[in-house]
């Protein structure tokens, strides 16, 4: 019995897309020149072998007899995702709010949001979190950390 | 004698474990490397006796190496490079709350082997240099394809998955400029990767970011990981003394050896002790899940490779990493000229810096062994503080070393590809491997291929690099005949049958 759309089938070929895309970049360097092998030799070589293990993997898990596979609880990643979206949003902030404030947000987010804590416990861990970096690695070690519009 | 003379002074042991204890902060810190470290330091040293400053500067270097595992094992971030190795047991060790026992074989792991390369240090230095002097292009692609084939042993539930994901960290290794031709590679028009993808970003944001985004699935109202009780769990214990034997051995002798080989790196050193390891264990099924010796083997090769690191470079004066060239600075502005005459025209400087690591180590024992239930007691942190901290912590380790904004970008995109290689069973670990040793892959066989005008046949003819080369070929083989033989009996007993 075959089976599409697993996520071996999927990641399977999402990397087949992968190599054959390096396997089309790599044609357009040189492969092997005057002074021995181009930029494109070890990129050509690596993208084929990722576009046939990758295809293999994809026919197996076609080929797969149904159940085999252990099934991805994609329900719980929902919160794993949310934390993600926060750690980029902190990061795309840190030219406007500096570290300081950029990740005390992102403390605030995750223990308040993420966490479900009272808002008081939220800004003290944030506040707490966000002094403890600047103490050690500001003013003791020295560590120049991203500084926003407000000058910190 | 003449050594211990210089090293026992007082003074010379206080700035011991001045460097010993800045560099096991250094080797805590994420991204805060020992290189950087020692660079800044330099400047203040020239006032200095210069055997108590490089006594200083090379506790530093190899205090670090004792410091990086202690946030592997607890957070699993990396603290330095040659640390990763140490994530995949160390921190499964503390997740079944054993945190304890594995920061305490760390530092007991790291204490034989350091003492062991000292030795060979000391013993062996100058024939070992002379032979280190018959590596070239095609023995260092061997090497690196011997690391490459430890993949297999990495590899978990799925080969392909391993081979695919170290294919997808050569292909990582790839990006930026061409050393040889300045062609650029798969930099999708950002300028900022011309310079590559650095090594830390990958591994802080695969492992560490990754880690917490996985662990967040669950919103936890207890404690992180489970707390070590009784002095019986916060060290080792005899049982697990005697299991990591040969890891301590393994481990010393695996690190001295590529660690007098200039460039290949204590990465390396640790993978290839961990592959061996795993090889030879008769629990090889348990690796990856927090078996003793998974720490015992890579933070041993770790460790000795500080001792063989300084082979080349004070006998023949080759700096083998950005530390040793650093260090090699430091003993030229000084006067000195390391080289076949290092030895034997500054007998005080050199037998005092092999006394004072004999010191330094044994001071980094001393120092780490009590800490550890102090360490451990980081583990008691709530969920709600401890994952915050340790975005904090990747977020700092990776901005400190490149004052990029778009390189904490990346280490937000490699968090979520970590966090999804776990959800898709895909093993991390194969794809740092690729990514490490890449580029120094490339770089030798095209020069291989330079040196033989375009015939692979240097990588056979020379000795070194074939035997090396057939034992990364029968490594890769034998996941296949153990399969074949397996089918093999499979079918013969259902014909029985």
Request: hydrophobic share 55%.
């Amino acid at each position: 019995m075959k089976r599409f759309g697993t996520p071996d089938f999927w990641s399977g070929l999402a990397l087949a897309g992968l190599g054959t895309s390096i396997v089309a970049e790599a044609a357009q360097w040189e492969y092997l020149g005057q002074d021995g092998p181009g930029p494109g030799f070890f990129p050509l070589w690596y993208g084929i072998a990722m576009a046939v293990l990758s295809l293999g993997l994809v026919v197996s898990s076609v080929l797969r007899q149904p159940g085999v596979e252990d099934p991805i609880d994609w329900a719980k990643a929902r919160r794993a995702f949310a934390a993600w979206l926060a750690l980029v949003a902190a990061v795309a902030a840190l030219e406007l709010l500096g570290f300081l404030l950029a990740f005390a947000a992102l403390v605030f987010f995750l223990v308040a949001v993420m966490y479900r804590r009272p808002p008081g416990v939220a800004a003290a861990v944030a506040l707490a979190s966000a002094a403890a970096f600047h103490g050690l690695f500001v003013l003791v070690l020295g560590v120049r950390l991203p500084t926003g519009m407000l000058g910190f | 004698m003449q050594g211990f003379a210089v090293a026992l002074q007082p003074v010379n042991l206080l700035w011991c474990l001045l460097g010993v204890i800045l560099g096991t902060v250094v080797g805590i810190l994420p991204g805060l490397a020992p290189s950087g470290t020692i660079a800044m330091l330099l400047p203040l040293t020239f006032a200095m006796n210069p055997a108590a400053a490089m006594i200083m500067l090379a506790g530093i270097y190899y205090g670090a190496k004792y410091g990086g595992s202690t946030t592997a094992i607890l957070l699993n971030v990396p603290g330095e490079s040659a640390s990763v190795v140490t994530c995949l047991d160390g921190h499964q060790m503390a997740r079944k709350g054993r945190a304890g026992p594995a920061l305490g074989i760390a530092a007991i792991a790291s204490f034989i082997a350091g003492t062991v390369g000292v030795l060979g240090l000391m013993l062996v230095a100058p024939p070992l240099a002379r032979m280190a002097l018959a590596f070239s292009s095609p023995e260092y692609f061997a090497l690196m394809a011997l690391g490459l084939a430890m993949v297999v042993l990495l590899a978990g539930r799925s080969m392909v998955k391993a081979l695919l994901a170290m294919l997808v960290g050569l292909w990582i290794s790839s990006i930026g400029t061409d050393p040889f031709s300045t062609t650029s590679r798969f930099i999708f028009g950002q300028l900022e990767l011309l310079s590559g993808v650095d090594f830390v970003i990958a591994a802080i944001g695969l492992f560490a970011i990754g880690e917490v985004l996985a662990c967040m699935e669950a919103r936890g109202q207890g404690q992180l990981l489970p707390v070590p009780r009784g002095l019986r769990n916060l060290l080792p214990s005899v049982r697990d003394l005697k299991d990591c034997r040969f890891a301590f051995a393994n481990g010393s002798v695996i690190g001295f050896l590529i660690g007098v080989l200039p460039g290949a790196g204590s990465t390396v050193a640790s993978f290839i002790s961990y592959g061996v390891e795993k090889a030879v264990s008769r629990r090889r099924d348990e690796f990856g899940q927090g078996v003793v010796e998974g720490v015992a083997a890579p933070e041993a090769a770790n460790n000795s490779e500080t001792g063989g690191a300084l082979v080349p470079l004070l006998t023949l004066g080759i700096p083998g990493s950005a530390t040793t060239a650093i260090l090699l600075a430091a003993l030229v502005l000084w006067g000195f000229k390391p080289g076949p005459l290092f030895i034997s025209d500054n007998p005080a400087l050199f037998w005092g810096l092999v006394a004072s690591m004999y010191i330094g180590n044994a001071m980094l024992l001393v120092l780490n062994l009590p800490l550890v239930p102090l360490f451990a007691q980081v583990l008691r942190a709530p969920a709600h503080v401890l994952y915050p901290l340790v975005f904090g912590l990747s977020m700092v380790g990776v901005y400190s070393v490149s004052g990029s904004l778009f390189d904490l970008g990346l280490l937000a995109g490699f968090g979520l590809l970590g966090y999804l290689m776990r959800k898709l069973d895909y093993p991390a670990a194969p794809l740092i491997l690729g990514l490490v040793l890449g580029g120094a892959m490339e770089r030798a066989l095209r020069q291989s291929l330079m040196m033989s005008e375009g015939s692979l046949s240097i990588l056979a003819t020379r000795p070194i690099s074939a035997v090396m080369l057939s034992l990364a070929l029968l490594i890769l083989l034998i996941p296949l005949f153990n399969k074949a033989n397996a089918w093999r009996l499979r079918a013969l007993e259902q014909n029985d049958g």
